[in-house]
């Protein structure tokens, strides 16, 4: 059996390589991506997003057993856009999920980028894809936004759980106009500290303004993730926007988006790397560089050159 | 005269109009940066990151102020990595910048990417061009430091200060090897903040353990840039260090690699630029994507497809 039938079989091991392989571009990597896709599509995308501090990974973990109290199996990536600042936050939070990696029901994988120019949402996404086909009922992806590709990966899940915290100084700030348009759910975590009334009042108020709310008033939940109250109903808000998105249709038109989505992604991946490739291999990067600090040549002659030499 | 032109003779309008051609990607913009290159490479780059509510814009106001005071002209990038929750708040801070504004001798510019996929590192190293062929003698680059390439551009800098600040509740997981790494000065910053004493300690400590310091051992100084509280011995530190990096050739190897990264961001952009435009003109997209969901092909299928199509 190879690593995708071992994986379609229900091999934990076998669902952790294939990962590892996507994640760090192993030859193999396009084949299983392959074979996997007809797998893929059955599983609930659920995005958790919000700014570092939050309670993002607490907030993913709590639901997450909810969900398997309700025999549901879950993936869970964390995504780490590489930031010297968040990285550390971001793992440091997953290190306190023990007690959820010792469930065999549930599959955890933190994802960074180090040194990869722009692929961490591409290999989001195929490991996303894995875990879907593997048959995980449930997908969290859980990142702080930030970062072009990371949103447009965060947009593709079939739910956005934007999570906010009372008495960050500047609310108003907080509350712009991206994160209105992105969240279907408000969790208001950590509720039980000072300013959750000015925050909640604050966000329903714009929501009450946002245009594109004629079909999906999205919801404003009050969390205490640590303690866990909240979540059930947050839970539920969960499955009342699956219904919304179902009965609407809209369910379709957001998987369109992300297959689109998906496949800009991948294009874009692959030709870079292709290129980069091309120039690397041939050691031409370095007297490219030289012909411009001896300007011989400027960086936009050179790519125009390349361009042509490359392109059909 | 055309735009080049008025911009090299002084022109603050030709200057804006020709950073706005690049933000836009105006057709004219890669003939702007091919005839602007032969006059860069004058300015000092000073990269100032650190996590949002650090103070990163007030800083770099009262840096910029200081240079100013000694006749030096500036050039401010502040670039926002497109995210819900940060967004605001940087372009926030730059309204408060209205005294700087007022003053002839300084360029201040906010980047943010919407809809482009990667595309900000790229136009960021083009506008600090711009502004370097205008004449700016000191150009500080402002970011929250996300996002791999947001990073990559930061790195580009001849001196990177880090912005730090007391009793953020995790100091010790902010202070991870990616900001040591990184920084050659570290400003921390609301210095009149409890925790000042343990996070100044704490960053010591770290700085001692670090192989890599054996010949710039990174500064470290304490702001209120409120109040201008040690901005000027900040900027003593960023002299210090540009004298380190002259004295050791250092300089020369830091704008060689800055060379290469702004050449492999040209080449990957233009090239994803050229390939999607090419699809996308086409009309290709939608019906790939309905061959997608009809299950007749897969993203992977497709990817080597256009490869195959497009590439020599």
Chains 1, 2 share one sequence.
Do not use: C
């Not at 996303?128 to 970062?147: H, N, R, Y």
């Not at 509350?175 to 509720?191: R, S």
């Not at 866990?228 to 919304?244: C, K, P, R, S, T």
């Not at 609407?248 to 998987?255: A, D, P, Q």
């Amino acid at each position: 059996m190879d690593i995708v039938q071992e994986l379609l079989a229900g091999s934990r091991l076998a669902l952790a390589r294939a990962i590892t392989a996507v994640e760090n571009e192993y030859d193999e990597a396009a084949e299983i991506m392959q074979k996997v896709y007809p797998f893929t599509g059955k599983a609930q995308v659920i995005g958790i997003t919000g700014p570092p501090g939050a309670g993002k990974s607490t907030l993913t973990d709590k639901l997450a057993k909810e969900y398997r109290r309700q025999e549901k199996t879950v993936g869970i990536v964390a995504v780490d856009p590489t930031s010297p600042f968040y990285g550390g936050a971001i793992l440091g939070d997953r290190i306190r999920m023990n007690e959820l990696t010792l469930d065999p029901g549930v599959f955890i994988r933190s994802m960074g980028t180090r040194g990869s120019l722009g692929g961490l949402a591409r290999k989001t996404v195929d490991v996303i894809k894995i875990m879907d086909a593997f048959g995980k009922d449930i997908i969290f992806i859980e990142t702080v936004g930030v970062g072009q590709s990371e949103v447009d990966v965060i947009k593709a899940s079939d739910t956005i759980v934007v999570v906010l915290v009372p008495g960050q100084g500047d609310d108003i700030q907080a509350i712009k106009a991206g994160i209105l348009e992105i969240g279907d759910i408000f969790a208001i975590n950590k509720a039980d500290y000072d300013g959750v009334e000015r925050l909640n009042t604050e966000l329903e108020m714009m929501l009450e303004l946002n245009p594109n709310n004629a079909l999906w008033r999205p919801l404003v939940k009050r969390t205490v993730a640590s303690r866990g109250d909240g979540v059930e109903d947050l839970m539920q808000a969960i499955n009342e926007h699956v219904e919304y998105l179902v009965t609407s249709g809209e369910l379709i038109r957001r998987r369109s988006i992300r297959t689109k989505n998906e496949l800009l992604l991948l294009i874009n991946d692959h030709i870079s790397k292709q290129v980069m490739d091309r120039i690397s291999l041939g050691g031409e990067l370095d007297s490219l560089v030289n012909s411009i600090e001896d300007h011989q040549q400027t960086p936009y002659n050179i790519v125009r050159n390349i361009l042509a030499e490359i392109l059909r």
